[in-house]
């Protein structure tokens, strides 16, 4: 199905949080899923918004980029761009907590003893992104697990007031981050469908068919 005349916004990669001018907390992400959806998106004729973490891969030409670096960033990232979009798809693997505070100066080793860092917990980006979702706006969220797959998907879906949730347990293998490859079962507030596995791109598809089939239904 062609995507001509319709923005998605994809959201990719990792967070960082700062902990000193030289340290960060972050997660494996890869950003693969999300560039994977910008590409076959593009493809499809789309006008597509990548907001993207820190990750090692090339976005694909055609798109535009805005580039983020911690959960903050990525909020200040979608209030202003996800009202211009028809899909909003959130693939980003966000920190759910930051250091509370940023240490100006690298910090310094004590000789001996624990290190502690305080941590404050991060706004949920997708929560905030479906409580201003318009009816005329298609909204995906991903769930990464590794127990209670579907229970757990189930509550973020009706949480985070999503159209669908793409939910995968990244301790399978062939699901897990940095690989090519995805095996998801999609819930929505209907039901489930499980996915085998299948490469990114593929999985892509099947992401954007789904999206758009509820926007033409609305
Ligand atoms: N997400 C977000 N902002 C956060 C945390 C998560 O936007 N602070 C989004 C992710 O991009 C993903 C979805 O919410 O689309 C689910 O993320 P996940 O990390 O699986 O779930 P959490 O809400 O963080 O819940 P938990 O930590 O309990 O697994």
Same mark, same amino acid.
């Given at each position: 199905?062609? #995507?001509?005349?319709?923005?998605v916004l994809?959201t $990719? ?6 902990? @000193? ?7 494996f992400?890869?950003g /693969? ?5 910008a590409?076959r998106? +593009? #493809?499809?004729?789309?006008r597509? #918004? ?8 090339a ?8 580039a983020?670096e911690?959960?903050l960033? +990525?909020?200040d ?5 996800a009202?211009? $979009? ?7 693997? %966000?920190a ?5 505070q940023?240490?100006?100066?690298k910090? /310094? /080793? /004590?000789?001996?003893?624990? !290190?502690?860092?305080?941590l404050?917990?991060?706004?949920d %980006?997708? *929560?905030? %992104?479906?409580k201003?979702k ?6 995906v969220v ?10 757990n998907a ?8 999503a159209d669908?949730?793409?939910?995968n @347990?990244v301790m399978k293998?062939?699901?897990g981050?940095?690989v090519d490859?995805n095996?998801a079962?999609? +819930?929505t507030?209907?039901?489930?469908t499980?996915?085998?596995? !299948?490469r990114?791109?593929?999985l892509? @598809? %099947?992401i954007?068919d789904?999206?758009l089939?509820l #926007?033409e *239904?609305?």
């Amino acid at each position: 199905m062609n #995507l001509k005349g319709k923005t998605v916004l994809v959201t $990719a990669g990792p967070t960082r949080e700062r902990i @000193d001018p030289v340290r960060y907390l972050s997660n494996f992400s890869s950003g /693969k899923m999300g560039y994977a959806i910008a590409e076959r998106a +593009l #493809l499809r004729g789309a006008r597509v #918004l990548l907001v993207t973490g820190p990750v090692a891969i090339a976005p694909p030409d055609g798109v535009q980029v805005i580039a983020i670096e911690s959960a903050l960033d +990525l909020l200040d990232a979608m209030q202003a761009h996800a009202p211009q $979009a028809d899909i909003v798809i959130q693939a980003a693997a %966000v920190a759910d907590y930051r250091p509370a505070q940023v240490s100006g100066q690298k910090i /310094k /080793k /004590k000789d001996g003893g624990a !290190m502690t860092i305080e941590l404050v917990e991060n706004p949920d %980006v997708a *929560a905030a %992104v479906g409580k201003n979702k318009r009816s005329d706006q298609v909204f995906v969220v991903f769930a990464a697990e590794t127990q209670n797959l579907l229970e757990n998907a189930a509550a973020k879906l009706r949480r985070k007031n999503a159209d669908f949730i793409v939910a995968n @347990d990244v301790m399978k293998p062939g699901a897990g981050f940095g690989v090519d490859t995805n095996i998801a079962t999609i +819930l929505t507030p209907e039901g489930q469908t499980e996915y085998p596995l !299948m490469r990114k791109e593929a999985l892509a @598809d %099947v992401i954007l068919d789904r999206a758009l089939a509820l #926007l033409e *239904a609305r």
